[in-house]
């Protein structure tokens, strides 16, 4: 049986390989903090979230797909979370059947067999009652046809016929074994017969004549011929043996992939939780065919931010539609990074199929999402940031595929003015013409300058906003790049300096001076 919760056509692969960039991805978009929030301290819960978000899909009608089931888990929480339960427990269950030094020894392998089968079928007949009760309420294809898998796979019949041969399995009247003698009068072809289940009420049997066969007892300290019946027995239930403990690992599997796609649902529905009790907006975004150009959100905010600081953080708004370059200028700690960084993880909750941080997004799915953050100085000396950033960069070019989104924060700041924005121009042009999305925040001016100046028709340039008093809105708006990034207020910030007019000059100018 299949689950089809997280694809309409296979299984969520939890081994799969986690994509080239991961250890990027996870330190620039800060990750860990989403999937601790979706994880609430479970480790196979943050394992699955991990797997999920990384592993991001690039079909619109996919993530379409796995959004419809989301919004059945998140309207039907309590249910989906017994379901749940119901299969972490059957597994754990299963785990403490040991067969310890008799795992290849068939009457061991049976009776394990006959006690995980008798665990998980109640176990399945209990998510069969909670599917089918809360049918009316799921419109999803996904859990349609896990609903529908269920009845038609497990109906009563189904629980009564297992039921009945786990009760036969249990030989409490001997086992009926049949065989043929074969060279050298050895037994060949044992084969397990299904014993004759007595017709007669017990007092009819009681007082019944002998069975009309051959019948013989063994000493009680005839230890060879005990040996000697085991083996027949042995022998006897092999077949089944083998059999019921193959069905028993195909219940499992099935158990095990329940919990592992529904694993991913129960991250969502504790993410959403936390951020309902921040009262943070959230919406399911629209995704878009790959090589379309759209990007579009409103109060789009850094849900990683907001789950760290656990206070409502500013959202802000973009409309990018039509639009392959954005450029992000203004003032220094205004927001540009933390907007950056909001966009990124919109785009891979979306591409994994979650709803995200925002009153409304819509945007092209990526081919991949990747990231270009600055890094601190190599402390082994063995090259310096400039040289580390450019390997990077040649690293992630060599991957680089068309309609990939590429975000990039304060790249090549690491040399001059002149020739970091030159590298970027270079750099930035060549992608943007091979069909990669690029969003750069940079305080490179000159770089930022030329391009507005050269009026791409696919680039849009945007600022963070300074009021008037130095204040930071955290406010994103359209504008052209500024000459500067008013790291003034920032040293008036930190140094409590107030503006003075030095009395020996007597001009208009002002001068900075420590306040006292």
């Known amino acids: 049986m299949k689950v089809f919760l997280m694809h309409e056509d296979r299984d969520f692969d939890l081994k799969a390989a986690p994509p080239w960039n991961e250890a990027d991805l996870t330190q620039d978009l800060e990750l860990?903090?989403?999937?601790?929030?979706?994880?609430?301290?479970?480790?196979?819960l943050r394992e699955v979230a991990k797997k999920a978000v990384l592993?991001?899909?690039?079909?619109?009608?996919?993530?379409?797909?796995?959004?419809?089931?989301?919004?059945?888990c998140l309207s039907n929480r309590g249910p989906i979370r017994a379901i749940y339960r119901l299969a972490v427990e059957a597994i754990a269950a299963e785990r403490k059947q040991h067969l310890g030094v008799f795992s290849a020894h068939p009457d061991a392998i049976l009776q394990r067999s006959v006690t995980v089968v008798r665990i998980f079928v109640k176990t399945l007949k209990a998510i069969r009652d909670i599917a089918d009760e809360h049918a009316p309420s799921f419109g999803s294809e996904g859990f349609r046809r896990l609903v529908a898998t269920l009845d038609a796979d497990m109906d009563d019949r189904y629980f009564a016929t297992v039921q009945e041969c786990l009760r036969v399995l249990r030989f409490r009247r001997g086992v009926l074994v049949s065989a043929r003698l074969g060279k050298g009068n050895l037994g060949i072809d044992y084969v397990l017969r299904k014993p004759h289940e007595p017709k007669e009420s017990w007092l009819a049997r009681l007082f019944a004549d002998g069975p009309p066969?051959?019948?013989?007892?063994?000493?009680?300290?005839?230890?060879?011929?005990?040996r000697a019946l085991s083996e027949l027995r042995q022998r006897g239930i092999n077949l089944v043996a083998n059999a019921l403990a193959q069905s028993a690992d195909h219940i499992l599997s099935f158990l095990e992939a329940l919990r592992s796609e529904l694993a991913f649902y129960i991250g969502c529905i504790n993410l959403d939780e936390q951020l309902a009790l921040l009262r943070q907006p959230t919406c399911f975004p629209i995704p878009l065919p790959a090589d379309e150009r759209r990007h579009t959100c409103q109060k789009l905010y850094d849900v990683c931010l907001a789950l760290r600081t656990q206070r409502p953080v500013v959202g802000n708004e973009l409309?990018?539609?039509?639009?392959?370059?954005?450029?992000?200028?203004?003032?220094?700690?205004?927001?540009?990074?933390?907007?950056?960084?909001?966009?990124?993880l919109a785009q891979v909750m979306m591409q994994c199929g979650m709803f995200v941080a925002a009153e409304a997004f819509s945007a092209n799915v990526a081919s991949c999402v990747v990231t270009h953050y600055k890094r601190?100085?190599?402390?082994?000396?063995?090259?310096?940031?400039?040289?580390?950033?450019?390997?990077?960069?040649?690293?992630?070019?060599?991957?680089?595929?068309?309609?990939?989104?590429?975000?990039?924060?304060?790249?090549?700041a690491a040399t001059n003015e002149r020739e970091g924005s030159e590298i970027a121009r270079q750099i930035v042009l060549a992608l943007a013409e091979h069909g990669i999305k690029i969003i750069f925040v940079t305080h490179l001016y000159a770089f930022a300058h030329a391009l507005h100046e050269a009026g791409l028709a696919g680039a849009m340039f945007l600022r963070a906003e300074r009021r008037a008093d130095g204040g930071r809105s955290f406010k994103i708006w359209e504008?052209?790049?500024?000459?500067?990034?008013?790291?003034?207020?920032?040293?008036?910030?930190?140094?409590?300096?107030?503006?003075?007019?030095?009395?020996?000059?007597?001009?208009?100018?002002?001068?900075?001076?420590?306040?006292?």
Do not use: C, W
């Open 32 to 44: 860990g903090t989403l999937l601790d929030a979706m994880a609430q301290g479970d480790p196979f």
């Open 55 to 72: 592993s991001g899909l690039t079909d619109p009608t996919a993530i379409l797909y796995r959004q419809a089931v989301l919004r059945d």
């Open 213 to 226: 066969t051959y019948t013989f007892h063994l000493h009680p300290r005839d230890e060879a011929g005990a």
């Open 319 to 344: 409309h990018a539609d039509g639009k392959g370059l954005v450029v992000i200028t203004g003032a220094n700690q205004g927001g540009k990074s933390t907007f950056l960084r909001s966009i990124g």
């Open 376 to 412: 601190e100085e190599d402390r082994s000396m063995r090259s310096g940031k400039l040289d580390e950033e450019l390997a990077r960069m040649s690293a992630i070019v060599d991957r680089l595929s068309p309609n990939a989104l590429l975000l990039l924060n304060e790249s090549f």
């Open 479 to 516: 504008g052209e790049p500024q000459r500067t990034s008013h790291g003034e207020d920032l040293y008036r910030r930190i140094f409590d300096v107030r503006a003075v007019e030095p009395p020996e000059i007597g001009s208009r100018e002002r001068s900075l001076e420590p306040a006292a």
